[in-house]
């Protein structure tokens, strides 16, 4: 199971558009569930790298 989370510039009313909109795109790959969904405010952009190691496998 993955738990992926990303940030979308998009304004605050637009949250359940964009949560729908982003479930059915992934639901292709297996069974979608949005766990959370927040409006960041005036909050700075600040990004977090995180590296996934690379498995050879799937």
Do not use: F, W
């Not at 993955?2 to 949250?15: F, G, S, Y």
């Not at 297996?30 to 496998?57: F, H, K, N, Q, W």
């Amino acid at each position: 199971m993955l738990e992926v989370t990303l940030r979308v510039n998009a304004p605050d009313h637009m949250a359940q558009t964009v949560k729908e909109s982003l479930c059915m795109t992934l639901e292709p790959y297996g069974d979608v569930r949005a766990v959370s969904v927040r409006a960041l405010g005036d909050e700075p952009e600040r990004y977090v790298r995180e590296r996934i190691p690379m498995t050879g496998g799937r």
